[in-house]
């Protein structure tokens, strides 16, 4: 379990359900919505070039595989619109992945219910304005906070389920979303309920979440939730609060920052980070580059509370954010215990190409917290380069090449010192 709430896997860019009519009138819709996907991961030197004696195995190489098919309904009557989803998905693992989850399962693979909710949304309810939405949903169901810090994803993948990488399990176990939207506020309130994988922790959340967008292109949200993980007595409710803003503006100049508290019993831990960028768009290519630092708290073995950094349901909403390098925020590192520096640059030669080069420096806020045999705080570099191609309007294709070189700390708690080397081609078509 990474966080206090659900582990969670990663989530590939680009991945998109197509939507294909089977029935339509002037108040009611139904589509089909499916995809399917597959990626290879060629490696060397995993973990170091100790995974089998780490993990158990070798998980230099593997695959993997997922494809999600679903009907999705609404109904217009007025100003209200009613509506419903259902989709199953199933994901599976050729060889054992750098996760470990894998090792030592018979198979990895499986299907399962993905998107299961219905709905109800009424627009102006409160006004003539007619971008004023009130939205009321229950059951299985995807949920995004800002940039996924805290909560993007509630599913459970890797392991038995197979697809760790895929990360196509996003949707609530349980979960009542309300909320209401202008063209400046977002006012939402939410019950939570996670799908944790074997031998994790069952939890729930609920809370709210506020954002505003003012004049002069300031956006400023905060979001309040009680964390609490029932089958856990070693961690007791939690207390969450998120502050978070962003600016654009000058002519290319962004800014943007969140910082989190998380407040128990035994639990006094906080996260945050802060982010600078420049967009060049009328040079070519569209240049972006930026840079990113992040600190979230270990636990002090000195002390009496408990500080380490609990990553609630936390998800992928771009590359770093919030799967921290394609080698350590995927496979040994969570965010907890963790600060890292990234510098980025990013590019589009064309609206069909997307490139990024991508280079952390990490190192760990309280070394003891990973292992007591671990006492230098650093981590290690890493550069990762990815390359994104929507090839046709149903083709999607991805290159990664990436290159953890490890500092001491990680050379005391794996025990090796080579290169981890690691690549992916990701291919998904959607109809």
Known sequence: MFGAFVGCASLLPGYAVADYELYSNESSKLVLKGSVMGAVFPGSNSWFGESESFLGDDTDSWSEFGAEI??????????????????????AT???????????ESDSDQASTEQAHIGWRYSDPFSNLEEDTFTLSVGRQDYLIGTGLLIADGGSDGGENGGWYLGMRKAFQESVIASLKSSSLLAEGFYLQNRPRRGGTQGDAIGANL????????????????VDTKQDPNTPSLDVLSGRLGWSGLS????????VIEESNNINADGFYGEVGWSFADSAWTPRISYRYADFDGDDPDTAK???????????????????????????????NLQSHLFRIKATPTEAWTLNLMYYNFSLNEPASLDPS????????????TA????????????VLGVLFPGTAAEQWVGGDEDWLYSMVYASYTF
Do not use: C
Not at 75 to 80: L, P, Q
Not at 211 to 226: I, K, Q
Not at 252 to 259: A, F, Q, R, V, W
Not at 312 to 335: C, H, K, M, R, V
């Open 252 to 259: 290319g100049l962004e800014l943007s920052g969140e910082y």
């Open 374 to 385: 671990v006492t230098s705080d650093d981590w290690g570099d890493e550069i990762n380069f």
């Open 94 to 104: 050729g060889g054992d992945d750098a996760s470990g989850l894998t090792i030592g």
């Open 70 to 91: 679903g009907l999705a309904w609404e109904h217009t009557s007025g100003k209200s619109t009613f509506f419903a989803e259902l989709s199953g998905v199933y994901t």
């Open 211 to 226: 954002e505003y967008t003012f004049t002069g292109g300031v956006t400023a949200g905060t979001t309040y939730m009680v």
């Open 388 to 399: 994104d191609w929507a090839a046709t309007d149903n083709w999607y294709l991805i290159g």
């Open 306 to 336: 408990d500080e380490r950094f609990r990553e609630i349901a936390y998800g992928y909403t771009d590359y770093g954010s919030w799967f921290q390098g394609e080698i350590t925020g995927n496979y040994p590192l969570a965010n907890g």
